[in-house]
Nanobody, 115 residues
Framework: QVQLVESGGGLVQAGGSLRLSCAASGSIVSINTMAWYRQAPGKQRELVARFSSGGTTTYADSVKGRFTISRDSAKNTVYLQMNSLKPEDTAVYYC?????????WGQGTQVTVSS
């Protein structure tokens, strides 16, 4: 079992920045992929950024150059640094981890970008 706890969401003006954190606990040694997804009202959940085993990172086209995913292995934490935020980035952001063949989700953290 893996537990994921997100933090760092909030309200920010367009052009501002936020950093989301996702702390993992439990069977973390078996995690091979961690990612951030988001879901806006009325829309499907979508991948924002992914950190795969081997260090490969993947970003949605809509956030490339503005968002950065990183991790602190000592703290078992993954971060999402979000810069130049836009109103269309408003969504609930979810941390995701894949351990062997099981997918885990955090509870989500709200990010609201005002224009």
């Amino acid at each position: 079992q893996v537990q994921l706890v997100e933090s760092g969401g909030g309200l920010v003006q367009a052009g501002g920045s936020l950093r989301l954190s996702c702390a993992a606990s439990g069977s973390i040694v078996s995690i091979n992929t961690m990612a951030w997804y988001r879901q806006a009202p009325g829309k499907q959940r979508e991948l924002v950024a992914r950190f795969s085993s081997g260090g490969t990172t993947t970003y949605a086209d809509s956030v490339k150059g503005r968002f950065t995913i990183s991790r602190d292995s000592a703290k078992n934490t993954v971060y999402l640094q979000m810069n130049s935020l836009k109103p269309e980035d408003t969504a609930v952001y979810y941390c995701n981890a894949i351990s062997l063949v099981v997918t885990y989700w955090g509870q989500g953290t709200q990010v609201t970008v005002s224009s």
